[in-house]
């Protein structure tokens, strides 16, 4: 079962800051949260990780509250091309064969021009 | 050319039929893996592979086999498909670190449709 939850969908004006949250509730310490995104079909594309620590990339930021239970996604200038369903995902399992992901249902982000 | 490749890349098939969908990379990765996409849902693991020979089971391995004879290539077998096996598969690869990191590469799916 996923262990996170997203809005279904989400709007955007083009060059706004999209901000997408997620809620991990039951995440434990040494879970780590994933973001990827998936553009019509596509195979799903990567975005950011993190722990407990806050992360920025070139692609995007992970701000993630002190107590882990949630986390945001922030695009800082949403393009049209950032338009796809939005993964948050926990990966959980120890080093070796345990270690998976489990995605949830995502949420669709729409950025208008 | 594409890291991860996948053939074919649409597929129809009818009930009984087996079926088996290939993967290839180039990205040198020991890990891979397939999954399997339903209108709306999010990705669910089928199987996943760490090593040549090396198989674990997923989320949703029933009614599915694989292979993994060479590092470059994982693939799936459905020995006698059925309709509820229509689905969106993907294939992605992954390489061991000992940090957190462990961003997947996917392909670009394949398409199958079971009559």
């Known amino acids: 079962d996923a262990k996170t939850t997203q809005p279904p969908s989400m709007d955007c004006a083009e060059g706004r800051a999209a901000n997408l949250p997620c809620n991990h509730s039951?995440?434990?310490?040494?879970?780590?949260v994933y973001w990827y995104r998936q553009i019509h079909s596509q195979g799903p594309q990567y975005i950011i990780h993190?722990?407990?620590?806050?992360e920025t990339n070139e692609m995007a930021s992970l701000i993630i509250t002190e107590d882990r239970k949630s986390s945001t996604l922030i695009l800082p200038h949403a393009t049209l091309r950032d338009t796809a369903v939005y993964y948050c995902?926990?990966?959980?399992?120890?080093?070796?064969?345990?270690?998976?992901?489990?995605w949830g249902l995502g949420t669709s982000l729409a950025v208008n021009p | 050319d594409a890291d991860v490749t996948q053939t074919p890349r649409n597929r129809i098939t009818k009930t009984g039929k087996r079926i088996m969908l290939e993967c290839s990379q180039t990205k040198g990765h020991d890990r891979m893996y397939w999954y399997r996409q339903d209108p709306g849902l999010g990705l669910r693991l089928i199987y996943y592979?760490?090593?040549?020979?090396?198989?674990n089971k997923g989320e949703i391995s029933d009614g599915y086999s694989v292979s993994r004879q060479a590092q470059a290539k994982f693939s799936l077998s459905l020995e006698s498909a059925i309709p509820n096996q229509t689905a969106l598969y993907f294939c992605?690869?992954?390489?061991?670190?000992?940090?957190?990191?462990?961003?997947?590469?996917f392909g670009p799916g394949t398409r199958l449709t079971v009559l």
């Open positions: 592979s760490f090593d040549v020979k090396d198989i």
């Open positions: 039951t995440i434990s310490g040494n879970e780590y």
């Open positions: 995902i926990v990966r959980v399992g120890n080093a070796g064969n345990n270690r998976k992901l489990i």
């Open positions: 992605a690869t992954t390489h061991r670190t000992s940090g957190g990191s462990n961003e997947q590469f």
């Open positions: 993190g722990l407990k620590n806050n």
